[in-house]
């Protein structure tokens, strides 16, 4: 027998989530979604569960993110809308993404390896966010024509300065510190510690547990780089972000911009957008309400479809984008991305009693 995609348990106080695909480093799906969802609303309302405990099976990451080639499959066979099967989960997903961001109970999540994408949605929202020495977080949607979606534009809008408009469109990778500096993550804990830490938990609250683990984490690159990455994108486009990462002149500004012009065009001015957007929405629900609306347009996409041909079917690493260049994505085209979807909108609120 295969085991599950996603094993729960519960026992001692705790209530255990450990994501089960570790050949696809833990990639998430609708049934693992559902699963999760499941367990989080029985808990949230069971004495017997203290504390939730999320973890990722193997050792090279907590969670890739979706599952892409399943996107990939439903995007290329014309099903872009809010009933195709990747609409359904993203709903679906988003769903659980706010469920966990006002959870009542502690919910402590080990980020160990790469937390990527979805990885980041079931992370990035909990109240007891574990980073260790080998954690590798990041939103890379921009590479694969894609643009953050699960709350991420909600975190990436709210760092210091503009540390996340230069990690969503470059997808530079968080170490720890980074993490931590940014908003993604709240505690160090190195790995070889994250065994007793989760044993202690059987035993203390997730405060006096992690508290006896907890080190000080290395220190942030991107906050020592914050001079240049706030001058260069506070800019109001991404051609203009792109002009003065040149201009500065440092070698992390000039390899920023070349990074930026091999992603997607038009997946880089929405998410320009989309950023800007978000720090502007009052909560995470008003958030993913506006990411539905894009995720649902980019399904529609052709840029969708080649950055996943590119990066993950046929692996050659050459999308050809459409538009080719910055300059041929029209603001028209960008405000595609934004519309409203009728019947079919998210429609996420803040839950009665929490406003």
Not at 22 to 37: E, F, G, R, S, V
Not at 307 to 318: C, E, L, N, Y
Request: aromatic content about 6%.
């Amino acid at each position: 027998m295969t085991e599950p995609e996603v094993l729960i348990d519960k026992r001692d106080g705790l209530g255990l989530i450990t994501l089960n695909r570790p050949k696809a480093i833990n990639a998430l799906n609708h049934a693992m979604a559902l699963d999760i969802t499941r367990a989080l609303r029985e808990w949230a309302a069971d004495d017997e569960v203290r504390t939730v405990v999320v973890t990722g099976a193997g050792e090279r990451g907590l969670c890739a993110g979706g599952d892409i080639v399943a996107i990939h499959t439903d995007a290329k066979g014309g099903g872009a809308n809010v009933d195709s099967p990747t609409g359904v989960f993203w709903r679906d997903e988003y769903i659980l993404n706010a469920l966990i961001g006002r959870y009542p109970k502690p919910y402590v999540v080990v980020m160990d390896g790469i937390v990527m994408g979805g990885g980041v949605g079931l992370s990035g929202h909990g109240s007891h966010r574990i980073v260790t020495e080998r954690s590798k977080i990041g939103m890379p949607e921009v590479g694969i024509g894609f643009v953050p979606d699960v709350g991420g534009t909600y975190l990436l809008s709210r760092t210091p300065g503009e540390i996340g408009t230069h990690v969503a469109l470059t997808t530079a990778r968080m170490g720890a510190g980074d993490a931590i500096a940014a908003g993604f993550a709240d505690y160090f804990v190195t790995s070889e510690n994250i065994a007793a830490l989760l044993e202690t938990l059987r035993t203390e609250s997730a405060d006096i547990a992690i508290a006896k683990f907890a080190s000080d984490a290395p220190e942030s690159a991107l906050v020592a780089q914050r001079s240049w990455i706030d001058a260069c994108y506070s800019a109001d486009s991404v051609e203009e972000i792109v002009a003065r990462l040149r201009a500065d002149g440092t070698p992390e500004a000039t390899r920023a911009a070349e990074d930026i012009l091999g992603k997607s065009p038009v997946a880089l001015k929405v998410t320009l957008r989309s950023l800007r957007n978000a720090r502007g929405l009052p909560n995470l629900e008003a958030v993913l309400n506006e990411e539905y609306r894009v995720s649902i347009a980019a399904l529609a996409s052709h840029d969708l479809v080649e950055g996943i041909r590119a990066q993950v079917i046929d692996k050659d690493r050459d999308p050809r984008w459409n538009p080719a260049t910055l300059a041929e994505v029209s603001t028209a085209a960008v405000d595609a991305y934004f519309a409203e979807l009728g019947v079919g909108e998210l429609g996420l609120n803040i839950p009665e009693g929490q406003q």
